[in-house]
C-alpha cells in the first residue's frame, strides 16, 4: 500500500508472493468497530479459511501438495535424447542428457494457506475488540514460506 498506515475493513485484500492471485481478508462477526459501516479488523484475523481466503495456486517449493506434483512430473518424466543433428549423427551416437543438467520442474498445487501467528505490526494504542487493530502496512507469513502482506485496506473510496 505504498507506505500507507490505514485500518483494515472486513473485504480487504492480501497477497502472498507465492500464490497466483490476491485473497480477500474477511471477519465473519464484527468486533463492534466499523469505519463507514464496514467492520474493521483487527492483528488476530489471521486464520486460514475462516479470515484469509486461498492465494489462489502456490508455487513454494515448502508446500507438501507442490512437492507432490514435482514427485509425479519427476516419476513421469525421462531423460530426453540429445540431438546431435544429421550430419553428426554419421560419426556421433545419441547420448542421454544427464537428469541433473536438466532444469527442475515448476509446479504448482492449490493454496492451502499455513497462518499460524498474528499480523505484525498493528496499531498498539487502538483496540479492535480485544487486541490492536489492523493496519494496511501489517505482514504475516505462510508455513511453507510465502511472504503476505496487504495491497488494498477495503475501505469505501
Not at 543433428?85 to 509446479?107: A, R, T, V, Y
Amino acid at each position: 500500500m505504498s507506505g500507507d498506515k490505514s485500518f483494515v475493513v472486513h473485504g480487504a485484500f492480501a497477497f502472498c508472493d507465492q500464490g497466483s492471485r490476491p485473497a480477500r481478508i474477511i471477519v465473519p462477526a464484527s468486533h463492534g468497530e466499523y469505519i463507514h459501516e464496514q467492520p474493521q479488523l483487527n492483528i488476530h484475523d489471521f486464520f486460514p479459511e475462516r479470515n484469509v481466503r486461498p492465494f489462489g495456486v502456490c508455487k513454494s517449493l515448502n508446500n507438501p501438495a507442490v512437492q507432490a506434483e514435482m514427485k509425479k512430473v519427476e516419476e513421469a518424466v525421462k531423460a530426453p535424447k540429445q540431438d546431435v543433428g544429421w550430419f553428426n549423427s554419421l560419426f556421433m551416437k545419441e547420448e542421454d542428457i544427464p537428469l541433473e543438467q536438466l532444469p527442475p520442474p515448476e509446479c504448482v498445487a492449490m493454496c492451502t494457506p499455513k497462518i499460524v501467528r498474528p499480523w505484525d505490526f498493528g496499531k498498539e494504542d487502538v483496540k479492535v475488540g480485544p487486541t490492536d487493530a489492523m493496519l494496511s502496512s501489517c505482514c504475516n507469513s505462510c508455513l511453507f514460506g510465502g511472504n503476505i502482506t496487504i495491497i488494498d485496506n477495503g475501505q469505501r473510496k
